[in-house]
């Protein structure tokens, strides 16, 4: 499975972690910090760390899940 990871600056364990309980393959990972959201591939699940992020990336973030139920 593949999973993106949206905020904080370093994981740390959580890899190791997400791939024992859930079985996670691959991790992209986004800080959060910048506007601009980067293109990434398909995933399957998206873990956003509400801490750690920029406010304005729910708005963005939002948008761009609208555009592909579509």
Not at 47 to 68: C, D, H, M, W
């Amino acid at each position: 499975m593949r999973c993106l990871i949206v905020g904080a600056d370093n994981l740390g364990t959580t890899k190791n972690y997400l791939n024992h309980k859930i079985g996670v393959t691959k991790i992209i990972h986004w800080d959060g910090r910048r506007k601009k959201i980067p293109s990434f591939p398909s995933v399957e699940l998206v873990i956003i760390l509400t801490s750690f992020i920029n406010p304005q990336i729910y708005v963005l973030r939002k948008g761009r899940s609208e555009e592909a139920k579509h």
